[in-house]
């Protein structure tokens, strides 16, 4: 048996240190990550506070651990919803085609040119300032390009042999799309949701700096990030943590959707 | 007038470089117009404010006293003021103020097509309507109101008003559209390149209210001894903060939490100063929950002032549970008299109340001109620590205000602009919430006493009533005033004369050295 | 070539249909009224009934659409509630801003991303792709608000290179102007490197796993000439699709940018509008933002056979 690749190797590592962070934090911190301390406010890194404390005394560690599990999920659950949507939305429009495929593509158009702040805010109106506001926001923003690419590929593919072929032998059409066209989506969309996961840890962050705070609760990485920048020449740790922690997350999920992907893409099978 | 001799030798002496120069500040946001108490906000009236002036202004303490005019005398039924004007006053344009002036500007503001803010004050739909306004001679005008008032030389002065502001009228172009500002103030409309900046340029012929060079609120001395200043919108407070460092801007107000930071600076200076804006929590009187009344003291007992004011202020604000801002005349022992902070009476009220664990949801914004959020945060925890189950809901400036207007809310982290008169300092939040579900305070026993106020001008009987209405506000908890907003002005060194002042940027009296 | 650019701007008007009503539905579903903004807490019942019905507020919905959308079809996009500008030359002037930031630093940014992204696929899994990968995925992760302010303070004020606060317009001063530009510009530069440099791997690391290019290998040809003719050019395609979608996407999130270096751009206009709630500067803002969304896209279409020899248009 080979080693995996190197990309497998780091990427499967940095997640994986994530995901037992994440749990840590669920239930287990070393300080209340919401207690305020009035006499330890920007603290630096010290025993006490390892990773210091911020404008309101809270520990910068605990807040780390306890929104890794909030970031993460959010991100997740964001990424499934941009994913299922886009690729329903694009595997039946490329497949009927048609009058169909024309309105589809034109609201699709349409949701792709509106700048993602106006959406999330008329959606966070509807929905209300919370975290399933932001992931149903976020993931309605991002499905078109799901759609989009999943469209491309499918009308590449439609009149292809082995389409046609599976079509000659009896296949009902949910079977081709499911068994032919499906699976080569998939690499072109790991690609995207890679990004996407990235940037839905960040979208948080740019609304909260534009001024459309919407933080859950809980900390997370976007928000404290967002809320360390006025701090910039005070505290620097509080922006380079959670800033190092998005950065290592989506590396190992670049490193890992690679090595997925040159599992899963048919077309690499039995290649290199 | 030694002084002005004085003053008129030494400027080609030392000013001559410091003349040529042009201030740089930094502002938020761009003004709205340059139509003073049209469309504006409150950077348009500070803008209009150092341009035009009205016949009375604010002093310091929020007093009104004459600008304009010299002198002005009520008679006796106190239905008719008479205002004489002071003399040698000059527009921008070289013209000299008459009384016409004053008339000619005061019925363009009444038109309903000048869209005046301030029109339903004046004419009669909220109580107080000026009936004739006019020039018996050039120093003299004369104003009739149709019932006693003793708020209206106060709306007059309101700086949201733009003070109604006396114009020329070459202000306006031939076919009546507004051109630019031409009024009487110590700065001259400059440019407006829009989105960018906007500057104004001293007015030479300016005729400053004498006060030895002292400045007091709108009325004292406003000698324009700067050449030019330009106002630079930046929005991003970081931005700033790298601007003042790097002397690209001489004066901007900074973010409480950078005041420290600044203060590190050698070539920069903080000056801070109270003003008459209210922090408050609103607490929504007519919801499940926090309609109860044993409830609403719960909270007030559960909150530790202190920590409060000084997390969400950095530490450079006072609490103050009045509506009353300390530095008003208005101020004194019965208003010091606030919540006490007492955790084991926050339970037992609690336990009174029959609290079960149910959702209190606090509104706060995150416009970084206001510790909405900071506010916010500090208060959540508090109320955690007593048992309240306290969530905050971050929205946008403008739902908060729509849900603030339509009274949908439980809790907010709200602030109160100023208010200078105690009537009014009542009247902006009690009222009946029927007709106006913005108001947060509906008691008509205590809506008796503030018509009352609004009434008479008699000190003591007034301040009776003040103690009275802040004893209720206390004891009924509709709101928790929390604390008076702080200017905080970061500036060059080698600019002096600046006093922050009402977060107005008074840049008279104010001189740059080279 | 002149048919197919026909029926794709033909196709493009139900878009731009569907953004003018989904714009004007959408902002009014948020709460928050103009009026009541402008005048704040000071507001009295009868000072916001006269500012409504003098902004036309007071109308019906469908009766405010009916007005906008005839003015629109005879190119009057109305005036801005707040400034009283016409919402035309406004949202074009500040467009032709934001553009020319955006342009600069996509174009730059394709130069240097592209070609590292084919050298990172062809060297796949090596440490240089690793490194490559590493930084990309760096670039990415901060956010512009950080970037830019990194910048600034390191080029304005440690080094005091570049202006820190103000913007010149190019028209007035074309040297200073330039100066005012080149931060806002590199940090879009050093993002979109992220952006592209990942795309452009993945792209290649499909076509290098084509039939053809192992034909081409084993024809004898030099890893050069396979990595040129066959694996840069074909890799290009989408990458280019990219670039359109970076392209369109940008104009609507470059307020940050605009915020952080003062600079008086379109999406800082569409930012402002937004929390102002100025309903027709908004409306104006998401249609030219749309226009220019399928206009890039319509080029890139066009384009796209000259880069992808498999791909002609049809």
Known sequence: MRLPPLNALIGGGLIGTLCVVAAVGAVWTPYDPLRLSFRHKLAPPSQLHWLGTDEFGRDVLSRLMAGAATSVWISILTVTLAVLLGTLIGLFSGYIRGWFDRIVMAFNDALLAFPGILLALGLLAVVGANKYGIILALGIAYAPSVARIVRGTVLSLREKEFIAASRVMGNSEGYTMARHILPNCIAPLTVLATSMFGYVLLAESSLSFLGLGVPPPAPTWGNMLAGSRAYIGQAMWLGIFPGLCISLTLLGINLLGDAVRDRLDPRMRGSR | ?514 | MLRFALTRVAMALPTLLIVAISVFVLIRLIPGDPASLMLGDLATPASIADLRARLGLDQSLPVQFGIWFGNLLRGDLGISINTQQPILPLVLSRFWISAQIVLVAVFLASLVAVPAGVIAAWRQDSQLDLALVALATLLLSIPTFWLGLLLLLFFGLKLGWLPVVGYVSLGDDPWRGALYLIMPILTLFLHEIGVLLRMARASTLEVLRLDYITHARAKGLSEMAVLWRHAFKNAFGPTWTLIGLVLGNLLGGIAVVETVFTIPGLGRLLVDAIFARDYPVIQGCMLLVAFTYVLVNLVIDLCYPIFDPRVTAQ
């Open chain 2, 1 to 514: 007038m030694n002084r002005l001799l004085a003053s008129a030798c030494l400027l080609p002496l030392l000013a001559s470089p410091a003349l040529a120069q042009t201030l740089t500040v930094a502002v938020a946001a761009d003004v709205r117009s340059i139509n003073p108490g049209v469309n504006r906000d409150d950077n348009t009236d500070d803008f209009a404010l150092q341009i035009v002036e009205g016949l009375v202004g604010y002093d310091e303490g929020g007093i009104v006293q004459p600008l304009l005019a010299s002198k002005v005398e009520t008679s006796q039924d106190g239905k008719t003021y008479t205002f004489t004007l002071r003399e040698g006053v000059k527009f921008h344009n070289g013209a000299e103020l008459t009384a016409a002036d004053v008339v000619w500007s005061w019925n363009r503001y009444m038109d309903p097509k000048t869209d005046w803010r301030c029109l339903s004050e004046f004419d009669g739909r909220g109580g107080l309507k000026v009936e004739a306004v006019e020039a018996p001679d050039a120093r003299t005008v004369v104003m009739k109101i149709n019932q006693p008032n003793a708020l209206f030389l106060d709306s007059l002065a309101r700086t949201d008003c733009a003070m109604a502001g006396v114009t020329h009228r070459d202000s306006v172009k031939a076919d009546g559209s507004w051109d630019k500002p031409i009024g009487t103030g110590p700065f001259k409309f400059g440019e407006w390149k829009r989105a960018e900046y906007f500057t104004m340029t001293a007015f030479d012929g300016y005729v400053s209210p004498k006060n030895d060079g002292k400045p007091d609120g709108y009325v004292g001395s406003k000698r324009p001894l700067l050449k030019e200043v330009k106002f630079l919108i930046v929005k991003d407070p970081a931005t700033v903060k790298a601007g003042l460092t790097s002397g690209a801007i001489q004066l901007s107000e900074v973010l409480a939490s950078d005041v420290e930071e600044i203060r590190k600076i050698p070539s920069l200076a903080v000056a801070t100063a109270p003003t008459a804006t209210r922090h408050v929590l609103l607490i929504q009187t007519r919801d499940a929950v926090t309609g109860n009344l044993k409830l609403r003291k719960a909270i007030a007992a559960a909150l530790d002032m202190e920590e409060i004011v000084a997390t969400a202020s950095n530490g450079l604000g006072k609490p103050n549970n009045s509506p009353i801002y300390t530095r008003s005349a208005y101020f004194g022992e019965a208003q010091k008299q606030g919540h006490r902070y007492d955790p084991a009476a926050a339970k037992k009220l609690l336990a009174e109340a029959g609290y079960k664990g149910e959702k209190i949801t606090i509104l706060a914004n995150k416009r970084p001109t206001v510790p909405s959020f900071p506010a916010a945060v500090v208060v959540q925890a508090m109320l955690q620590a007593a048992g309240i189950n306290a969530e905050i809901e971050v929205i946008d400036w403008a739902t908060q205000l729509d849900r603030y207007n339509k009274g949908n809310y439980q809790m907010q982290s709200f602030s109160f602009s100023a208010r200078f008169d105690p009537a009014l300092a009542f009247e902006q939040f009690a009222g009946p919430k029927d007709k106006q579900p913005r108001k947060i305070w509906d008691n008509p026993e205590a809506q008796a006493k503030i018509d009352r106020l609004t009434a008479i001008a008699d000190k003591a009987e007034r301040q009776k009533l003040v103690d009275e209405l802040h004893k209720a506000v206390i004891d009924e908890v509709p709101l928790i005033f929390m604390y008076n907003g702080v200017d905080a002005i970061a500036h060059s060194k080698s600019l002096s004369g600046f006093q922050p002042w009402q977060s107005k940027l008074r840049m008279w009296e104010v001189t740059l050295a080279k």
